[in-house]
């Protein structure tokens, strides 16, 4: 059975009015993949850059102390931008179901740009005193309302321009997109700190990349300009089936989906923190392994997790998207103690088998398959709204916050990860739960969700 999510796919008696859509040509198609996964290489080139600086710069510079209180205060910086995350992703999703995906993903990708580029000029806290953390956090938040709606927003772009054959494979395109910000910011921070004295690099080095950042949006911008407007928007746009207020409507009608949706991410999003960045603020400060092997250790798990996501997107679109979504689970309940061990024996080659492990198997199992899922919950009105509500309040609570609660849980028990460790798994755990919830999609009639959305119009 063939998927009747818009474009290019039959359909009949669907109330969004989404039958016989025209699916534009195959160009068109591949602009919009192309142009939904550039934005989303920007968002994790900033998201990763601002982590790796919270784990080595930004207590020295912005908190004046590089101890555990200064350590404290660059991660609830990072934690705060997960605050913002929610209330970026519900406004910015607003607009995307109710005016279009196209105009929203550009203001979100000029948000976060502008963000991270002012972020890479601000004074320190020896220049300008408590006004260098206040901004920094201000930027941050402003960094994070943007990022909060930009994946959800990539994630419907490319399920909406894909055949429901292979829509969690090409839905794992933004999220290999994902890895392929973060080896390029954490390449960069690697050249940097091998190439600069330790001086050099806390003065002005780390600067370079987020200033950079700026030439990357300009890049994002010429692919996403060209992308036209999705046909299932412009279809339900048509049907006069846009919703008013889509955030409100989501919950009012799909609670039951966002609930299990929401216990998914609360298990994959601590995840990808934890390996991306406390992982390497605890090898390298409470452990004695080299930054520049962790770093490289980390570019390795990045790039490794690129072809996992689209193996597993191939993987969900032959068996179904719970058996992978099941697996990834399971593998972080049994992996979380391991890792760690890992991590423990201070070898620079365990520690990076550690870091892509828990990298290339829980994220690459999840990332792409979890946005193919989704999008095949949500009806086209509602869809961006759906993504993000699971997505980013999860993102807020236990996703940002990673870092933090990983680094007090190592300071109360004296260096020992094991409270990290387990961490993981209840929070694994809260995923195969959350997974058994919900229904396999894999030969789901969208028609169906469009017929469960009730064609209320607005």
């Given amino acids: 059975m063939e998927f009747q999510d818009g474009p290019g796919e039959r359909s009949t008696g669907d109330p969004a009015g989404l039958a016989g859509v025209d699916p534009g040509s195959p160009e068109q198609r591949r602009r919009a993949v192309v142009g939904s996964s550039v934005g989303t290489v920007i968002e994790w080139y900033d998201f990763t850059l601002?982590?790796?600086?919270?784990?080595?710069?930004?207590?020295?510079?912005?908190?004046?102390?590089s101890g555990l209180a200064g350590t404290l205060g660059a991660f609830a910086t990072f934690a705060v931008g997960f605050g913002a995350r929610p209330i970026g992703g519900l406004l910015f999703a607003h607009a995307g179901d109710r005016l279009g995906r196209k105009g929203t993903l550009l203001v979100t990708l000029l948000t976060m740009g502008l963000s991270s580029t002012l972020i890479g000029l601000l004074p320190t806290a020896d220049s300008i005193g408590l006004w260098a953390p206040v901004l920094l956090i201000v930027l941050r938040i402003a960094q994070g309302a943007g990022a909060g709606a930009e994946f959800a927003g990539a994630m419907t772009m490319a399920s909406e321009s894909a055949h429901g054959r292979n829509r969690a494979f090409t839905a794992g395109f933004p999220g290999a997109a994902v890895y392929v910000g973060m080896a390029l910011a954490t390449t960069t921070f690697a050249v940097l700190t091998a190439v600069l004295s330790e001086e050099a690099f806390l003065s002005w080095g780390w600067r370079v990349p987020f200033v950079a950042s700026a030439l990357i949006v300009v890049w994002a911008l010429y692919f996403r300009l060209r992308v036209q407007e999705t046909p299932a928007f412009r279809a339900a746009e048509g049907a006069g089936v846009v919703q008013r207020a889509p955030v409100v409507e989501a919950v009012r009608s799909h609670w039951r989906v966002l609930l299990p949706g929401m216990a998914?991410?609360?298990?994959?999003?601590p995840w990808v923190y934890v390996v991306q960045t406390f992982s390497v603020s605890y090898t390298t400060k409470t452990l004695t392994v080299e930054p520049s092997h962790a770093l490289i250790g980390l570019i390795v798990a990045e790039v490794l997790t690129i072809p996992a996501t689209l193996v597993a997107g191939r993987i969900a679109d032959r068996v179904g998207r719970k058996p992978v979504l099941t697996a990834s689970a399971l593998f972080g309940v049994v992996f979380a103690f391991p890792m760690f061990a890992l991590y423990r024996t201070e070898d620079s080659f365990l520690v990076a088998v550690g870091l892509v492990l828990g990298l290339a198997v829980v994220q690459g199992g999840t990332i792409g398959v979890s946005a193919a899922m989704l999008a095949e919950l949500f009806p086209t009105s509602l869809r961006w709204s759906g993504i993000a509500i699971s997505r980013e309040i999860p993102a807020a609570l236990v996703g940002g916050t990673a870092p933090l609660v990983a680094t007090w849980f190592v300071s109360v028990s004296g260096g020992a990860p094991w409270l990290v460790a387990g961490y993981l798994v209840v929070l694994s755990v809260v995923g195969v739960v959350g997974i058994r919830a919900l229904p396999e999609t894999l030969d789901r009639d969208v028609r169906v969700v469009e017929r469960e959305a009730g064609g209320v119009r607005s």
Avoid: Q
């Fill in 50 to 65: 601002y982590g790796l600086a919270a784990a080595l710069v930004f207590a020295p510079s912005f908190f004046g102390d």
């Fill in 264 to 269: 998914l991410f609360v298990f994959a999003l």
